[in-house]
Structures are given as structure tokens and as C-alpha cells.
């Protein structure tokens, strides 16, 4: 089983640095296909025993470069969602209604 897993975690290692590549980019099209491609890996690891992990050092050190890989990429999509509120937050705040019925807000 260990050669399964091995390249589980090398393809989900191989995937992972194409999310990051196109999280850096703002390549929303690649970064949709990788993730649902890495979602079926995904799962096919969570069938794996942990043990089988933790029995190998070839093995935690690729969970290990995995789980620092999603970390940098959790951060740039973080940035990046960030960045995107900022450019299309209204000053004024959402647009929203009164009691009254008036618009108040969102209006720049």
C-alpha cells in the first residue's frame, strides 16, 4: 500500500504547487480544475490509515511538504480574497435599505 500512498501524496504534492501557481497568478479557471482534480486525490487519501503515515519518514515528510504547501496556499488565497473585498467595497458600505424604504449606503 505504501506505493499507492506514495503517489497519492506526490500527485496531491504536484497539484498543490499548481493551486499555488495559479492562486499567484489570479488564474481563477486553473485554480477551479486543479482543486476538483486534488478533491478526488483528496478523498482517496482520506481512505489511507495514518498509521501507514506515520510508519514511513519517506511518507510524514511528503504529508509534511503537503500540509506547508496547502498553509502558503490558505495565505495567497487569503491575500487575495482580501485584496478583492478592498477593491470592490463600497465606501459607504453595502447598499441597503431603511425602514423608511430609502436606499441608504452603496451609492458611489
Same mark, same amino acid.
Given at each position: ?5 506514495? $503517489? /497519492?501524496?506526490?500527485?496531491? !504534492?504536484? =497539484?498543490? @504547487? ?7 497568478? #489570479?488564474? &481563477? %479557471? ?27 519518514? $519517506? /511518507?510524514?515528510?511528503?504529508? !509534511?511538504? =503537503?500540509? @506547508? ?7 495567497? #488565497?487569503? &491575500? %487575495? ?28
Amino acid at each position: 500500500m505504501s506505493a499507492s500512498v506514495r $503517489e /497519492l501524496l506526490t500527485d496531491s !504534492l504536484a =497539484l498543490a @504547487e499548481a493551486q499555488l501557481e495559479a492562486a499567484h497568478t #489570479l488564474d &481563477a %479557471a486553473t485554480l477551479q480544475d486543479v482543486s476538483e482534480a486534488r478533491a478526488e486525490l483528496l478523498e482517496e487519501l482520506a481512505q489511507v490509515d495514518p498509521e501507514a503515515v506515520r510508519a514511513s519518514p $519517506e /511518507l510524514r515528510d511528503l504529508a !509534511l511538504q =503537503l500540509s @506547508e504547501l496547502d498553509q502558503r496556499l490558505s495565505t495567497v #488565497l487569503e &491575500a %487575495a480574497l482580501s485584496a478583492f473585498r478592498g477593491a470592490t467595497a463600497s465606501p459607504d458600505g453595502p447598499a441597503t435599505y431603511t425602514s423608511s424604504g430609502q436606499l441608504r449606503g452603496g451609492t458611489s
